[in-house]
């Protein structure tokens, strides 16, 4: 297993036990208690977690992964996601999409199409789809967050406001019929809210794991959500909620 998949299956684990030990660790890994030392301590030097005697907890680690650690989390349910939201992208359409680990799964899908244009503030998914001519790109401007790999702010913000989308795809961190659609970060909120703004079709992509839940800002009630594409963890329950604000739920 590579180092870097070792780190994202060490930060899921200890992010959803609250703690682990090392030993644990190891056999979950199947590689040698001092690999996960090692691995331990560099998590820790990077404020991912906080390195215990034998082990690690969450302690007052930054709830919100980097996108590098995030990835393989809902890997197979992300791309189940992704294939299903790219039916509703009719040809030739203008495309938005935020950053985010399910976007980045739905550019990869996109980047199979021709004749489409594709407007992103994620420089990651600006990188996938640069080398694809096939693909028109308009890569939006602003302050980078290195957690998400996306440029956000008032230029970002200023920019989205020239452009109309046929529709725009958003990432969220939380997702209830009370709060609406909530990420981490302020002025990740504001950029996505711009995203919506300039769109005929808003459609939010996330696994089902964010159901049910709400972070730090809020992005926009669902009553200004048009479609939802998640997958077949969404309970029935949750699926009723979610359509009784209106919006329509796909589950890939």
Same mark, same amino acid.
């Given at each position: ?16 036990a609250g703690s682990a030990d090392v030993h644990a660790l190891a056999e979950l890994l199947d590689v ?74 739905? !550019?990869? @899908? /996109?980047?199979?199409? &021709?004749?489409?244009?594709? =407007? %992103?503030? *994620? ?28 440029l956000v702010g008032p230029a970002a913000d200023r920019m989205l406001s020239q452009y109309h989308l ?35 079709? !808003?459609? @939010? /992509?996330?696994?089902? &794991?964010?159901?049910?839940? =709400? %972070?730090? *800002? ?25 359509t009784n604000c209106g919006v329509q739920v796909r589950r890939a």
């Open positions: 297993m590579l180092k870097a998949d070792r780190a994202a299956r060490i930060l899921t684990h200890v992010t959803e040698s208690t001092a690999t996960v030392r090692r691995d331990l301590q560099e998590l820790h030097e990077q404020g991912l977690l906080h390195r215990t005697r034998g082990g690690a907890v969450t302690g007052s680690v930054n709830l919100e992964l980097p996108l590098r650690h995030r990835s393989e989390k809902q890997r197979d349910e992300k791309r189940r996601i992704a294939q299903a939201a790219a039916e509703l992208v009719p040809d030739g359409a203008v495309v938005g999409l935020s950053g985010g680990t399910t976007t980045s799964e739905l !550019a990869r @899908v /996109l980047a199979e199409r &021709t004749g489409i244009t594709v =407007v %992103t503030n *994620a420089v990651n998914i600006a990188a996938d789809l640069i080398v694809r001519p096939e693909v028109r790109l308009v890569v939006i401007g602003g302050i980078a967050r290195t957690a998400s790999y996306e046929d529709i725009a795809f958003i990432g969220v961190d939380g997702l209830t019929a009370e709060e609406g659609c909530t990420t981490h970060d302020e002025m990740e909120a504001q950029t996505d809210r711009a995203f919506l703004r300039s769109t005929a079709r !808003a459609v @939010v /992509l996330t696994d089902s &794991t964010k159901a049910g839940k =709400v %972070t730090f *800002a809020r992005i926009c009630p669902l009553s200004d959500v048009h479609d939802l594409v998640t997958d077949t963890g969404l309970t029935e329950a949750q699926k009723k909620a979610f």
